[in-house]
């Protein structure tokens, strides 16, 4: 006969489920009842400055996501900005990539004792990037460079397209604790709306914003630049660059909850083994914001740029497409397969060749990647992806600071460095003969093939055309004279036709 359950563990048994039943109780509803706040508080710090972050669910989705509260004391001063504190959630909705936090909605919540600016986001389960790197410490003595690469890619990925937004987005907020990774190794920035948001509100509202940098221990992942008028997107890079070195060695040691010193820092830097991983961190960390490259810029650093293979190129294909496509297909066309056809064969002379056949492919494997694909964790980085939509001004400085900036010129492209090694240009009529269409394949000397399409205007001339591609970026300005006359023959040869 078993013996009887010791009194005092039942107790403590029962009184975690009863705290657990606690912790699941609804405390409020949103407006539309969808999202229904619990009592259980969540520790997702990239939302920094929120006074309160709340596990909720999502009665539609039937999915986990934070209701977060930012709370203003001045009741008056808050209604008298209320419209603009919308407008701004309004766009940041809009702001959709998938290594970004996703914010979900957002209302405002006003009464006699104050107000509050409730917004639901993304709930990312596994924790903050720096938690899963002490994690990895206590087993692991390096960051695996695999696993360290495609962490890079993820998060200049999203950083490479809040720049590339107009006007550009800074995050202005970038350290280990506002990075976030799930289980399946998909990276997510959170605090996106966090530089917007603080300098956009006047003086009367700012309080209840704080940000990372007040934290002793970050100062290390902001620059010396940081929080002048003019500061720019370097200041993103220079935190990345921080938090790359922190994932390859896996802690920064700080004395203590003090700052990190350079000291530190600098010895974190000199444990890196590999030169190229040093002089990339290194190029992001320059104190010079003019001597950083861009995010996008450093996705093609040879530290972290391979050439996709077949196979990925092929997902994201599939992917893009997939709408066209019913939602089984491939369990469906595997079903139809000939398990042992051959898919691929390689010819060998004086022996027979070397087959793949389709029974060899795992489709359970294929599915996972594909999903993995979907999620983000393999972004394609050597294309020209199509451009972050344009957010509305409502983002951009108001008017009366856009005048104090120091730099009366507009900001200016990032400079190609490489030089063309082989062009084609293609001219077909539209469909209605009004103008022509112009299709024009670079391959630049590191390979990489850069295809550009234009619809050409009676006015257009090739030297003009040239001249744009060299401001935007597009080709080397050695190259100018050399694309404007290979222009010119074709526009003579098609015309003349």
């Known amino acids: 006969m078993a013996a009887p359950e010791p009194a005092p563990r039942r107790g403590r048994e029962r009184e975690r489920e009863e705290e657990s039943e606690d912790e699941s109780d609804i405390l409020e509803e949103s407006p539309c009842g969808r999202w229904q706040k619990r009592r259980e508080q969540v520790n997702q710090g990239n939302m920094p400055g929120v006074q309160s972050t709340f596990l909720a669910m ?10 977060n509260e930012l709370h203003f004391s001045d009741r008056k001063a808050f209604s008298a900005h209320e419209e603009k504190i919308q407008t701004m959630f309004e766009q940041l909705v809009l702001v959709d990539h998938p290594n970004i936090v996703k914010l979900h909605k957002y209302w405002l919540d006003a009464s006699e004792a104050g107000a509050r600016v409730i917004f639901i986001t993304e709930y990312v389960s596994s924790g903050s ?15 695996n460079a695999r696993a360290w690469k495609r962490w890079c890619t993820q998060i200049l990925s999203a950083l490479s397209f809040l720049h590339a937004c107009s006007p550009p987005i800074i995050h202005g907020n970038l350290t280990s604790d506002t990075i976030f990774i799930q289980h399946n190794g998909l990276i997510k920035i959170g605090s996106v709306w966090h530089r917007i948001f603080s300098n956009a509100l006047p003086d009367d509202l700012r309080s209840p914003i704080h940000s990372e940098q007040e934290e002793p221990r970050n ?89 996709h293979s077949l196979k990925l190129l092929a997902a994201h294909c599939f992917i893009q497409h997939q709408y066209l496509m019913p939602e089984n297909v491939v369990e469906e066309k595997t079903k139809l397969m000939d398990l042992h056809a051959v898919l691929a064969e390689i010819p060998r002379p004086s022996r027979p060749p070397l087959q793949w056949r389709y029974s060899e492919v795992s489709y359970l494997e294929l599915d996972k990647f594909l999903e993995d694909v979907r999620n983000g964790i393999y972004p394609l980085m050597n294309f020209a992806a199509a451009r972050p939509l344009g957010l509305p001004r409502a983002l951009a400085p108001p008017p009366e600071e856009a005048q104090k900036a120091k730099t009366p010129t507009p900001e200016p492209f990032d400079s190609e460095t490489r030089k063309v090694i082989q062009m084609q240009c293609n001219l077909e009529r539209s469909e209605d003969k009004a103008r022509w269409h112009l299709t024009l394949l670079l391959v630049l000397e590191d390979r990489l093939h850069r295809q550009l399409t234009y619809d050409l205007l009676p006015t257009d001339s090739a030297q003009d055309l040239a001249t744009e591609l060299v401001h935007y970026g597009f080709v080397h300005e050695d190259d100018r004279t050399k694309l404007a006359a290979f222009l010119e023959s074709t526009f003579r040869k098609h015309r003349g036709a």
């Open 58 to 67: 999502d009665t539609e989705e039937g999915v986990e996501v934070v209701w």
């Open 129 to 143: 990037l720096k938690q899963f790197l002490k994690k990895t410490k206590k087993n692991h003595k390096a960051m």
């Open 219 to 307: 100062l290390h992942f902001f620059p010396p630049e940081y929080g002048e008028v003019a500061d720019r997107t370097a200041v993103d890079i220079f935190s990345f660059g921080m938090c790359a070195l922190e994932m390859a060695v896996l802690e920064i040691q700080a004395n203590g909850d003090t700052k990190v010193t350079e000291e530190a820092i600098a010895r974190a830097r000199h444990s890196l083994s590999d030169p190229n991983m040093r002089e990339f961190i290194l190029s992001c960390l320059a104190r010079d914001p003019a001597r950083r490259p861009s995010a996008h810029n450093l996705l093609f650093h040879r530290v972290l740029f391979e050439v």
